[in-house]
């Protein structure tokens, strides 16, 4: 008797896992030109993938903010296009957690294995450093793209818009939607998140240069810690809290969806803008009142890979070194040239990319 | 025995002195924010930690057996994920079948864990962190750095969504039967004579083995149902979702008076916990403490009140001692 209940869940538990697999096995398909995901099997599967085009090419390395984020997901595919189209191989790792010692680890690792350059989307500001002047010690070649680490310990950033400029656009947008005065609030990530903090800092900034922005108030900054549960918390309380707030700015994709959900739900009036993936803000996006965002920015994380595998293949090359002022030419992009911003030197794709009802459909069946 | 003090009433009862924190909890609460109170918040307190609400129950069950399982959220995160993925790539989107299978998926779950504890004798929290990283890990796996997003999970979320009365109706149904399996049927007796005694247990008839099983496979359910009921309420799927939240379940015993020893704890006194871990986490961002010291002011108030339980206990055996030496 016992047995045969035994049986009976290990063979529901299989059929459960076979119907997992399905899920998977059709994801297969659209993702196979992807880097491999999977936090430990990427070591083997994407050197393998290569070895035949490389024909003693550059080993570029990327290091993610953590497993299982689709942003990062766009980022390492971009990059990966990029760096074979320029000879080389790519190898990705995705730290298990979103942390800095779970990065320290990868890059350890990379160091022994001897790649030629090592990119990094840093989950903290100043605690890779010491591992990061130890890869450039063994002559690897250091640049960050998304988030950026102190100037010192890298070549150059690969930035995806100007920090001023983001910090610009979405307070525009907010004085937009706000019609030109009253309440505004923004619901950001955790409060140590480095390009939160620092497109929050200059979003403050452009609103104290210009007395255009005097009717406009920022109530409140909430740190929702891009999770789910704590923003629709976090989204709920500035609501109630503040029954004349106009509008919410979320830069933050996780923030932005947990938030566009809530005030949607509610049928709220106060809209909603900031940084979001097209393919999670589907559903949220429109001008209407039943809709909570008319319309968000982002940039193109696959271009970002690209100019960022681009910058790698470059430094890795020899072609640059990451002072102000080089050149070089990335691929389909055009040419690009390297900006000192405040002594750190940069690479900037463009400016951040609008996302309107009427084009959002299209980005998310890119896979964006 | 009529003639019990006012006093004694209210420190011989777990559940009364709960409820005593949680009427001061919410007047300090309601002073610093009025509206906290209205039924629309109320509401959304029980729809926001539907989640800890449900696994809480479970948690009961194993911590009643002197166990414990910090695997719940990961399991949480595989069964949510599965069926998140479903119905991204367009397999099922049927509500009502998408429940099942989450479900199942974590009494799958739950069982190997229950078997591995009360077979192989292993103690429970390495298991069970051995299966933590193992569920997650597969929810990472399964969901190849992919997400399951609002238009993915489209028709399914308008179970969770706000104002639809689904995540109420199961808070409402899983509560009521547990409270009745744990108080009037002999299952739930078992469990609770496994935990006092596992070696009295055993000798008076009871298959201790079997009621460890099961109590894991309870806690799988609805670990399973829990990541289902995420999806719908989020309208999102994430291998990371609830990261770290299955302290907030086991603090939501720990406050309800439930004993990590085994053998002591009540389903109304889960609910209280719960409620309580609920109506801080609701409370926090309302009451305007600054957004950085948060976790702080939550830990110094689940201390205080797990404190406050354990010196209730205390005046509660001593009087009881009193009693039998008259």
Redesign the interface.
């Given at each position: 008797m016992?047995k045969k209940v035994?049986s009976l869940?290990?063979s529901?538990?299989m059929?459960?896992g076979m119907?997992?697999?399905?899920?998977?096995a059709?994801?297969?398909a659209p993702?196979a030109d992807?880097a491999a995901?999977?936090?430990d099997s990427t070591e083997a599967a994407a050197p393998a993938a290569d070895t035949g085009s490389a024909g003693g090419g550059k080993t570029i390395a990327l290091v993610t903010k953590?497993?299982?984020?689709?942003f990062?997901?766009l980022l390492a595919n971009g990059v990966k296009e990029a760096v074979e189209a320029a000879g080389g191989t790519l190898i990705v790792k995705?730290p298990s957690a979103?942390t800095a010692d779970a990065q320290i680890t990868e890059i350890s690792s990379l160091i022994s294995q001897g790649v030629d350059a090592i990119i990094v989307s840093a989950n903290d500001e100043n605690a890779l450093s010491a591992v990061l002047n130890e890869a450039k010690d063994a002559g690897i070649k250091v640049l960050t793209a998304d988030s950026d680490v102190a100037a010192a310990d890298r070549a150059v950033f690969v930035n995806q818009a100007d920090v001023n400029l983001i910090g610009q656009t979405l307070l525009d947008a907010a004085y937009d939607l706000a019609g030109g005065s009253g309440q505004y609030a923004i619901l950001s990530a955790t409060?140590q998140a480095t390009n939160q903090n620092a497109w929050i800092d200059a979003m403050k900034a452009a609103q104290e240069a210009d007395p255009k922005y005097a009717e406009l108030e920022l109530v409140e900054?909430?740190?929702g810690d891009d999770?789910?549960?704590?923003s629709?918390?976090?989204t709920?309380?500035?609501l109630?809290?503040y029954p004349d707030l106009k509008v919410i700015v979320a830069p933050t994709t996780?923030g932005i969806?947990?938030a566009?959900?809530?005030l949607q739900?509610?049928g709220s009036s106060v809209k909603l803008t900031g940084l979001g993936?097209p393919?999670?803000?589907?559903?949220?996006m429109g001008t209407d009142d039943a809709h909570s965002c008319p319309y968000m920015y982002l940039w193109n994380m696959i271009e970002l890979g690209n100019l960022t595998g681009s910058t790698a293949m470059a430094l890795a090359n020899g072609d640059i070194t990451g002072a102000a002022g080089e050149k070089f030419t990335a691929g389909d992009l055009g040419d690009y040239e390297i900006v000192d911003v405040n002594g750190a030197t940069q690479v900037v794709l463009g400016p951040p990319f609008q996302f309107t009802p009427e084009n959002v459909k299209e980005w998310?069946d890119k896979g964006m | 025995m009529k003639k019990k003090s006012f006093l004694a009433k209210l420190t011989g009862s777990r559940e009364v002195s709960l409820l005593l924190v949680l009427i001061v909890l919410l007047i300090v609460i309601t002073i610093l924010?009025p509206?906290f109170l209205a039924p629309a918040?109320i509401a959304?307190i029980f729809r926001?930690n539907a989640?800890t609400f449900v696994m809480a129950l479970g948690m009961l069950c194993v911590m009643l057996t002197a166990g414990i399982d910090i695997s719940i959220t990961s399991t949480l995160a595989f069964a949510g994920m599965?069926i998140g993925?479903?119905q991204?790539?367009n397999?099922i989107h049927n509500t009502f079948l998408l429940f099942v299978?989450g479900t199942?998926?974590g009494?799958?779950?739950g069982?190997?864990n229950g078997?591995i504890i009360a077979k192989a004798k292993v103690a429970p929290i390495i298991c069970t962190m051995g299966f933590m990283y193992i569920w997650r890990g597969?929810?990472?796996?399964?969901?190849?750095?992919?997400?399951a997003?609002?238009?993915d999970v489209?028709g399914f979320s308008d179970f969770g969504?706000?104002?639809s009365p689904g995540p109420y109706v199961i808070l409402i149904v899983v509560y009521v039967l547990f409270f009745i399996i744990m108080k009037w049927t002999r299952f739930g007796r078992r469990i609770y004579a496994v935990g006092s005694n596992a070696e009295a247990a055993r000798v008076s008839g009871i298959n201790v083995d079997?009621t460890v099983i099961s109590v894991y496979?309870i806690m799988g359910l609805l670990a399973g149902l829990a990541g289902v009921l995420?999806v719908s309420i989020?309208?999102?799927a994430?291998?990371?979702?609830?990261?770290g939240?299955e302290m907030d379940v086991i603090a939501a015993c720990v406050i309800g008076g439930v004993s990590m020893n085994g053998g002591r704890g009540s389903v109304t006194g889960t609910f209280l916990g719960a409620l309580i871990i609920a109506i801080i986490?609701?409370a926090l961002?309302?009451v305007?403490i600054d957004?950085?010291a948060q976790n702080l002011v939550k830990g110094i108030i689940i201390l205080a009140v797990v404190i406050l339980n354990v010196v209730t206990q205390r005046m509660m055996d001593r009087q009881n001692l009193l009693r039998r030496e008259m």
């Amino acid at each position: 008797m016992k047995k045969k209940v035994i049986s009976l869940v290990l063979s529901a538990v299989m059929a459960a896992g076979m119907m997992a697999g399905c899920g998977q096995a059709q994801q297969a398909a659209p993702a196979a030109d992807a880097a491999a995901p999977a936090a430990d099997s990427t070591e083997a599967a994407a050197p393998a993938a290569d070895t035949g085009s490389a024909g003693g090419g550059k080993t570029i390395a990327l290091v993610t903010k953590s497993a299982g984020n689709a942003f990062m997901e766009l980022l390492a595919n971009g990059v990966k296009e990029a760096v074979e189209a320029a000879g080389g191989t790519l190898i990705v790792k995705d730290p298990s957690a979103a942390t800095a010692d779970a990065q320290i680890t990868e890059i350890s690792s990379l160091i022994s294995q001897g790649v030629d350059a090592i990119i990094v989307s840093a989950n903290d500001e100043n605690a890779l450093s010491a591992v990061l002047n130890e890869a450039k010690d063994a002559g690897i070649k250091v640049l960050t793209a998304d988030s950026d680490v102190a100037a010192a310990d890298r070549a150059v950033f690969v930035n995806q818009a100007d920090v001023n400029l983001i910090g610009q656009t979405l307070l525009d947008a907010a004085y937009d939607l706000a019609g030109g005065s009253g309440q505004y609030a923004i619901l950001s990530a955790t409060s140590q998140a480095t390009n939160q903090n620092a497109w929050i800092d200059a979003m403050k900034a452009a609103q104290e240069a210009d007395p255009k922005y005097a009717e406009l108030e920022l109530v409140e900054v909430a740190y929702g810690d891009d999770e789910p549960q704590k923003s629709t918390d976090q989204t709920q309380a500035l609501l109630q809290n503040y029954p004349d707030l106009k509008v919410i700015v979320a830069p933050t994709t996780v923030g932005i969806a947990a938030a566009a959900k809530v005030l949607q739900d509610q049928g709220s009036s106060v809209k909603l803008t900031g940084l979001g993936l097209p393919s999670e803000m589907q559903e949220y996006m429109g001008t209407d009142d039943a809709h909570s965002c008319p319309y968000m920015y982002l940039w193109n994380m696959i271009e970002l890979g690209n100019l960022t595998g681009s910058t790698a293949m470059a430094l890795a090359n020899g072609d640059i070194t990451g002072a102000a002022g080089e050149k070089f030419t990335a691929g389909d992009l055009g040419d690009y040239e390297i900006v000192d911003v405040n002594g750190a030197t940069q690479v900037v794709l463009g400016p951040p990319f609008q996302f309107t009802p009427e084009n959002v459909k299209e980005w998310a069946d890119k896979g964006m | 025995m009529k003639k019990k003090s006012f006093l004694a009433k209210l420190t011989g009862s777990r559940e009364v002195s709960l409820l005593l924190v949680l009427i001061v909890l919410l007047i300090v609460i309601t002073i610093l924010s009025p509206t906290f109170l209205a039924p629309a918040n109320i509401a959304q307190i029980f729809r926001n930690n539907a989640l800890t609400f449900v696994m809480a129950l479970g948690m009961l069950c194993v911590m009643l057996t002197a166990g414990i399982d910090i695997s719940i959220t990961s399991t949480l995160a595989f069964a949510g994920m599965t069926i998140g993925l479903l119905q991204k790539y367009n397999v099922i989107h049927n509500t009502f079948l998408l429940f099942v299978i989450g479900t199942l998926i974590g009494v799958g779950c739950g069982f190997i864990n229950g078997l591995i504890i009360a077979k192989a004798k292993v103690a429970p929290i390495i298991c069970t962190m051995g299966f933590m990283y193992i569920w997650r890990g597969m929810a990472y796996v399964i969901s190849n750095n992919n997400w399951a997003s609002g238009a993915d999970v489209a028709g399914f979320s308008d179970f969770g969504k706000d104002g639809s009365p689904g995540p109420y109706v199961i808070l409402i149904v899983v509560y009521v039967l547990f409270f009745i399996i744990m108080k009037w049927t002999r299952f739930g007796r078992r469990i609770y004579a496994v935990g006092s005694n596992a070696e009295a247990a055993r000798v008076s008839g009871i298959n201790v083995d079997r009621t460890v099983i099961s109590v894991y496979t309870i806690m799988g359910l609805l670990a399973g149902l829990a990541g289902v009921l995420s999806v719908s309420i989020y309208a999102s799927a994430q291998p990371n979702m609830q990261y770290g939240k299955e302290m907030d379940v086991i603090a939501a015993c720990v406050i309800g008076g439930v004993s990590m020893n085994g053998g002591r704890g009540s389903v109304t006194g889960t609910f209280l916990g719960a409620l309580i871990i609920a109506i801080i986490a609701k409370a926090l961002p309302l009451v305007g403490i600054d957004a950085i010291a948060q976790n702080l002011v939550k830990g110094i108030i689940i201390l205080a009140v797990v404190i406050l339980n354990v010196v209730t206990q205390r005046m509660m055996d001593r009087q009881n001692l009193l009693r039998r030496e008259m």
